[in-house]
């Protein structure tokens, strides 16, 4: 479509698997497996689901640094046989701990006049001007940009590295796991943050977090991932208010919401309808999916022999919302997507 940015399609990703010895044939074990899902221009995009299913992996194809099969276009490129120099002009991308982001032995102004270096935008006394308004975008004094990152703060230090993301106007900024490191109280003025700028410049965001609470606060559209699988794609409010896919439901009965517990009833009852949807207890848990299976089969309650076929993503029953997309077969319409 003409209104997305980037466009996902049928990536899968695996890693060298040696786990069995120096002795033994190296393995492949698969990371990402069919991903695809588009985000549209300006939007901001979540991806949310537990530590290890294949969310920073994702990012790392996203931003062209590591190999993976299938298609990824940012703005309608192609990467294969892409410069990176020209896919970086388009994505940038701030990270979990912003100091591991930034060199010590350099100022604040030096690492944000980096990318327009290396893309040769403008004279040194123009990019130093740059540097000078950016760090006012993001809530900084321009001062700042003598400074050292030792002298910061860990909300100032990803502030800088917010800006330094936008040093190129890019079109998609990649935040993976922007503010799990922060306080809750600094954490929650870099969302604010996020917002600000969004409404002052023209970018989408993709926007990789564990709490779903947080991607609710923030985001359009969330994707739910579950063992290198999207299992559903929906808006915020969908997906926060009216879950498909069991998985999904058991990450939303760990939150905590006055709103869910007035609608939905007490946040035992809650927890209760996550678990049983969510997962069987682990003295009747199975074992691995069967090869071929939903990838959610083993600790899904419901779990039936439709199951044991992989689940594509399809709408879901309640058809009056189009952008709702479940890979559940309880769940799911006929017409898959």
């Known amino acids: 479509m003409q209104d997305d940015i980037l466009v996902v399609d049928h990536v899968t990703n695996y890693y060298a698997d040696n786990k069995l010895g120096i002795f033994s044939k190296p393995g492949r074990k698969q990371v990402l497996n069919d991903v695809?899902?588009?985000?549209?221009?300006?939007?901001f995009f979540g991806l949310v689901g537990e530590s290890g299913c294949g969310k920073s992996t994702l990012a790392q194809a996203i931003l062209g640094l590591i190999p993976f099969e299938g298609s990824i276009k940012i703005d309608g490129m192609e990467y294969a046989g892409t410069?990176?120099?020209m896919i970086s002009s388009r994505i940038q991308a701030v990270f979990q701990d912003p100091m591991s982001s930034l060199d010590p032995r350099r100022t604040i102004g030096a690492t944000m006049r980096e990318p327009l270096i290396a893309h040769g935008i403008g004279s040194k006394q123009e990019q130093e001007r740059s540097v000078r308004e950016m760090l006012e975008r993001v809530g900084l004094d321009a001062a700042y940009s003598d400074r050292y990152p030792r002298e910061l703060s860990g909300g100032q230090r990803q502030r800088v590295c917010i800006g330094a993301a936008l040093m190129l106007?890019?079109?998609?900024i990649v935040a993976d796991e922007a503010v799990s490191a922060l306080d809750v109280s600094v954490a929650a003025q870099i969302l604010n943050l996020f917002r600000t700028i969004d409404a002052k410049s023209e970018f989408a965001m993709l926007f990789i977090s564990h709490n779903l609470g947080i991607e609710y606060y923030l985001c359009d559209r969330i994707a739910v991932m579950y063992s290198g699988n999207i299992v559903e794609i929906g808006t915020a409010d969908d997906i926060y208010k009216h879950p498909a896919h069991p998985y999904t439901k058991l990450l939303l009965s760990a939150i905590p919401d006055m709103e869910k517990h007035e609608e939905n009833g007490s946040a035992n009852e809650q927890a209760t309808v996550g678990h049983d949807a969510g997962s069987r207890p682990n003295d009747v848990r199975k074992g691995p999916a069967p090869a071929g299976a939903c990838c959610y089969y083993a600790r899904c309650q419901k779990a039936c022999d439709r199951c044991l076929r992989r689940q594509e993503l399809?709408?879901?029953v309640d058809r009056d919302n189009d952008e709702h997309f479940v890979s559940c077969c309880l769940q799911?319409?006929?017409e898959s997507v």
């Open 314 to 316: 399809a709408r879901t």
């Open 169 to 172: 106007e890019p079109k998609l």
């Open 36 to 43: 695809s899902f588009a985000i549209h221009k300006d939007e």
């Open 332 to 334: 799911a319409s006929l």
């Open 83 to 85: 410069d990176r120099k």
